[in-house]
């Protein structure tokens, strides 16, 4: 019992031992300057660790001849549907999340000007694309003399309203199923006249997606469900979570839908390619 004891007692001094060497442990640390360097708080009850230590699952390789059938899509996402409002969440959106990877320090993602990705965009032609130009009028209010002064405003990741998404449909006889796999993703900014009048839009730049994914794999995504949801970008865009509408597929004369149809029109096309690749998997399987 005396032994038996005196371990007790041991164990005891040596917890409340631990304890206080943790309770001791400093703040501030001191760097090599001298300056303390102070730990921000942790904005959390853990650390997330996640989406970091998270891998991303090769694409199973494929064979030509066994695409037996193929079409190249071209999709619309719009942010203000419900469903795509991740998209736009204010403290981490989905723009800001493509402009840090494209200029991150070490070992940026490539980002590119067309939709076949054969014109690579160096950092200072991002920056003209991030950035836009304007000629303004200043008076001097002493003199009262005019100059022209050219000024730049950053893009304002509220005015990403919608993204393009590139991406090819196939049917692949080896496992004898249908599958769909991104190619591109480029968000679109609106275009306006001198007077300020909306003229149309255009793609800021294209990601290579297959490229991306392990960028987007470390990205997660804000769920109004679950804050502790583990979900990433690459997660969502891999299980198709978002709303999106057809705007063009491979055609000979390489035309929008809107450049040839209007109104209701327009909507029922885009139905109909969507029922088209739907039904020719189930008419595969039904005869």
Known sequence: MNAIGKLLGLAVVLVFFAGSVVAQVPRNIMTESGEPLVQPPLDDIVEPTTTISKRVIPYESLREADIFWKKRIWRIIDIREKMNLPFGYP??????????????????????QDEKF????????LNNVLFDQDTIEITDPETYETRLEVIRNDINPADIKR??????WFFDKESSSMQVRILGIAPVVPVRADNGDLIGERAMFWIYYPEARHYLARERVFSPYNDASPMTWEDLLEMRYFSSYIFKESNVKDLRLQDEYTGRELLMQAERIKAEIFNFEHDLWSY
């Open 91 to 112: 403290e981490r959106p989905f723009i800001n999340i493509l402009i840090d990877a494209a200029k991150a320090d070490e070992n940026p993602m490539r980002v590119f």
């Open 118 to 125: 054969q014109m690579q965009l160096d950092t200072n032609e």
């Open 163 to 168: 993204y393009r998404v590139k991406e090819i």
